[in-house]
Each structure stands twice: as structure tokens, then as C-alpha cells.
């Protein structure tokens, strides 16, 4: 069956350990949640082709896949396995993912592969991770056979996370991979931990009340500067000192004391002249100089008398 770029088809493989269901469809870069989002990878196999290829909206390859990124092999390698490349994007925040839509000119590259979500960085840690899907060669022989570059992959059930990784599991060469555009839509996943008293929560719209402090609908940001109690709804009165602002619990300032305004000494006059005396030299002090002057130029005069008489 010949089938024209842009065309939707579906089809279920059976594969090892799952089924999953493979679409062909057009996809839509601009409302991807990876766009622009901070990519890493294993390593770079050609300069140029970095990770944020994969995420910055443009989809197609580019002369020698100049507009993809290309994942090389550094050591330890995904999971621990030497020699296998892996690529990774931050969603930045936790998403219920369902599906994630890969393209690639270099399909040689990317047999045997995995998609992993997780919710913390890394690739190594297998307990933080969750598979999405394995896709095997008997998928890409698939989709190699319809002449598509891109396809969707449907996971085994939604997951919740924050990184979505790409990585070889095996093939002819696990040493590369070639990612041109990797496209997710996602449905922002909200915790509900952090409520306040009285709130109503759920994964996709949040908390709707918080503790005091805090701004729905998560609950974990604080309350902007001047704002104050629950869900920062309350303005915060002019402090005293206009150095700090209120509390963003209690909406109250902190303790504030006039600062002093005497100089050092003018709360004790007598003191004052007394530094100010013992700060000049008094008149029986300049007496003494003078007096020792005097007496060493009598001197001086003497000895300049007597060599004088010597030499007459």
C-alpha cells in the first residue's frame, strides 16, 4: 500500500510484551510542548546537529540532516549500557503524556529505540522512569515500507512526568540516532499536595485554594511582592520602612525601630569639651617646647664657638 506524506493511517503491531498502534499523521510543531525546551543528548555525532535541533519547530531534515539533531555515544551510555545514544528534552514542568510524534530522514538510525518519561533528569536511573513504548525494527520496516518521515507513537497507558527521553536499544547501529522534530502534546498535570483548607483539586486544573502565601494553581510559588494571604489576594499596607514590604502570610511588617538621629558626643557636652581639650596642646606643653629649642641652639652655638678657637 503506497501512502502520500500528510495522509493518516493506523495500524497495530504486535509486538514483544505490548501491542501498540502506530499513526502517520501530519503533526504541528507550533504547539508541541517541546518547543524551545532545553534538549540534551548523549553526544553530538556532527557538529552543528545538537540536541535543540529536535525542538526548534522545523521538521524538515535539511541538506544532510543539517536541521536534526544526531545522538552519538559517551560513556556510561542509557541505563548503564555502553554504546547506546540517548536524547532527552525538559518539559519543564509535569505533563500526562499520551503520545509522542517522532521525525527522522535517517530511519537506518533509529530502529530498536525506546520512549521513557520520567520526573527527574537522567537517564540512568531506571527506577524513575516510565516506559512509554519499545518500538522495535519490525515498526520501522513498517513505516519504511509506507515512504512516511514521521509517525506517532501511542504509549501503553498516559504517564506523568517532566523529561521525556529517546534511546537505542539496539539495531545496526546503536552508536547513532537521528532526531529531526520530536513533537508531544501534553496536558499540564497539576499536584495537589500543597492546597489550602477547603480546596478542590484535581491533575488538571489544580488546587483552588491555597495556603496563605501561595498562588493556585499549584501552590508552590509564592506570593509576588506587596501581596499577601490566601491565593495572595490581599495588598499589602505601606510598611514604615519602605525598605521592606509585609508579610505574605500574616500581611504584617516587619519590627521596625526609628533609627537615632544624635551625633556621637552631643548627648554629653562636658565629654565633648573635654575630648576637644585634651585633643589641643596646652599652653605649658608649648612653653616646654620652646624651652627645649632654646636650649638645644645654645648648644649647637657652643660647639660651633669652640672649633672656631681651635683652629685660630
Known sequence: MNVKRGTFVASCLLLILSTVCLQVSPGNAETSITLRKHAEQSGTYRGGRDAGKAVDGVTDAGQDEANCAMADTTDPGYGGRKDFAWWQVDLEDPYTISSVTIYSDAWST???????????????????????????????????????????????????????????????????????????????????????????????????????????????????????????????????????????????????????????????????????????????SGMLIKSQIVTISGVVASLVLLHSVSFS
Do not use: W
Open 110 to 284: 533509529l530502529t530498536d529505540f525506546e520512549v521513557y518519561i520520567s520526573g527527574v533528569p537522567g537517564v540512568a536511573d531506571a527506577a524513575s522512569r516510565y516506559l512509554c513504548l519499545s518500538v522495535s525494527s519490525i515498526a520501522i520496516a513498517f513505516l519504511n515500507s509506507n515512504e512516511t518521515s514521521h509517525f506517532l507513537l501511542n504509549c501503553t497507558q498516559p504517564r506523568v512526568g517532566r523529561y521525556v527521553t529517546v534511546a537505542r536499544t539496539g539495531g545496526n547501529t546503536p552508536t547513532k540516532m537521528t532526531l529531526c522534530e520530536v513533537e508531544i502534546d501534553g496536558v499540564r498535570y497539576y499536584y495537589c499536595d500543597n492546597c489550602g483548607s477547603g480546596s478542590t483539586c484535581n491533575s488538571t486544573s489544580g488546587c483552588s485554594v491555597c495556603r496563605p502565601g501561595y498562588v493556585p494553581p499549584e501552590c508552590t510559588s509564592g506570593c509576588s511582592i506587596g501581596y499577601y494571604g490566601t491565593n495572595c489576594g490581599e495588598r499589602c499596607s505601606p510598611c514604615p520602612d519602605p525598605r521592606f514590604t509585609c508579610d505574605p502570610v500574616t500581611g504584617e511588617c516587619p519590627n521596625y525601630t526609628e533609627p537615632s538621629k544624635s551625633q556621637p558626643n552631643q548627648g554629653n557636652p562636658q565629654q565633648a569639651i573635654e575630648n576637644t581639650s585634651s585633643a589641643r596642646p596646652s599652653s605649658s
